[in-house]
């Protein structure tokens, strides 16, 4: 009998391949995520730091040029932290785009798994039995043989 050959083993193959590519992908735009989520946090730290000099020199005396280019970094600051969250959010969503791909794609693969699984048990189960009809032949020659044939009454 012939060696199991699943029929749709390059779709399986290209839905594998899909799948590796997904998962690198993903991978990528965690790692992108987690790089801009870091920014965003030494921005915020930057901000507070900027915060906590202003209450560092609340009741000083302190010349009010000092105080104005305090305030105007500390607008700025929050631009800043304001137009990171934004990338931090695209970024998440960009993320969650391909999470999203990847569990399609697993699915997809899954599935094929799954049918060439029962394909091969098919094969093995058609296997077996063609095995079992070879052997069963082969019982009864031999029988037949031990026996020295049928006997035939000639009358």
């Given at each position: 009998m012939n060696t199991f050959k699943f029929r749709l083993q390059t779709p399986y193959n290209v839905?594998?391949?899909?799948?590796?590519?997904?998962?690198?992908?993903?991978?990528?735009?965690?790692?992108?995520?987690?790089?801009?989520?870091?920014?965003?946090?030494d921005k915020l730290t930057g901000m507070k730091h900027l915060i906590d000099q202003e209450?560092?020199?609340?009741g000083?005396?302190?010349?009010?040029?000092s105080m104005i280019m305090l305030k105007e970094l500390q607008g700025m600051s929050?631009?800043?932290v304001r137009l990171q969250r934004e990338v931090v959010d695209q970024a998440l969503s960009r993320l969650e785009?391909?999470?999203?791909e990847l569990t399609e794609v697993a699915r997809e693969k899954k599935s094929m798994e799954k049918l060439k699984e029962r394909?091969?048990?098919t094969f093995l189960n058609e296997y077996r039995w063609q095995e079992q009809i070879s052997l069963?032949?082969?019982?009864?020659?031999?029988?037949?043989?031990?026996?020295g044939g049928p006997k035939h009454k000639d009358n």
């Open positions: 839905a594998s391949w899909r799948e590796k590519l997904a998962k690198q992908e993903v991978k990528e735009r965690q790692n992108a995520y987690d790089q801009e989520e870091q920014t965003l946090n209450r560092g020199l609340q000083k005396n302190v010349p009010v040029k929050q631009a800043e785009e391909s999470r999203q394909r091969y048990q069963d032949e082969v019982a009864v020659t031999s029988f037949w043989r031990n026996q």
